[in-house]
């Protein structure tokens, strides 16, 4: 199905580890964002992508890098994990150049990453 | 405290309620964006709002620019009308990439 493809879909991490979150989509969208969702709390992005090439920082960077590998993935990389940073994270794309248009937004599954 | 309140936090109805879901904002808003979040995670929008009414199927959103307030009505639940269902606003201040996302209402509704 076409959309936004996150992987994994869980994962368990103990404090320290690396990991990368691998986000693709296959609509031709310019933008890609990286979100996270926590109790108590509304989503909040990490960062985001306006097109292939580039990358930007979003409200909670810190702990966190990432690359946008060509027009279709963007991973998120956790260097060292830290149980603050137990999540569960969403990758999103946006259909039109470079504006974020929630409207026309497509979401992926989300992973849900537990850090102990 | 955030910028954008959703209530109630958690709400549970039997099949055929009519259900209210609030939303308040204390920022300055353009439009505002009622969001469902299926209990499997993915995340679709349901309405842009920047005034008055707007209805699909079995939902509706209203809003009040001047009163700073939304509501999402679902009239007839359904047990798949079960979902978190999410309100967010444009950020006035932080450009075109930003939104502000509510906390989230947990609707469960029962057969």
Same mark, same amino acid.
């Given at each position: ?116 | *405290? ?10 549970? @109805? ?9 939303? %308040?904002? $204390? ?7 009622? &969001? ?9 929008? &349901? ?20 009163? *700073?307030?939304?509501? &999402?009505?679902?009239?007839? $639940? ?9 309100? @967010?606003?444009? %950020? ?5 990439? *930003? ?7 947990? &609707? *469960?509704?029962?057969?």
């Amino acid at each position: 199905n076409a959309g936004v493809t996150q992987t994994p879909k869980f994962q368990v991490l103990k404090t320290g580890q690396s990991m990368t979150l691998q986000c693709a989509q296959d609509m031709n969208h310019n933008s890609m964002y990286w979100y996270r969702q926590d109790p108590g709390m509304g989503l909040r992005l990490i960062y985001y992508s306006a097109s292939e090439g580039t990358t930007d920082k979003g409200e909670v960077p810190n702990g966190y890098n990432v690359s946008r590998l060509n027009k279709r993935e963007f991973s998120l990389r956790l260097e060292s994990a830290a149980p603050s940073q137990t999540s569960v994270y969403f990758c999103a794309s946006s259909v039109l150049g470079t504006v974020f248009r929630l409207m026309e937004a497509f979401f992926g599954q989300g992973t849900r990453l537990t850090v102990v | *405290k955030n910028e954008v309140e959703q209530s109630p936090q958690n709400l549970t @109805a039997q099949e055929g309620e009519f259900i209210t879901i609030n939303c %308040s904002y $204390s920022v300055g808003i353009s439009a505002l964006h009622w &969001l469902q979040q299926h209990p499997g995670g993915g995340i679709v929008s &349901l309405f842009m709002l920047s005034s008055g009414k707007k209805k699909h199927g079995r939902l509706i959103a209203t809003i009040n620019i001047q009163e *700073k307030h939304s509501s &999402l009505h679902i009239t007839a $639940s359904h047990p798949r009308d079960s979902a978190v269902y999410i309100c @967010a606003a444009p %950020s006035p201040t932080s450009g075109t990439y *930003k939104y502000i996302f509510g906390t989230g209402t947990r &609707l *469960k509704v029962l057969a």
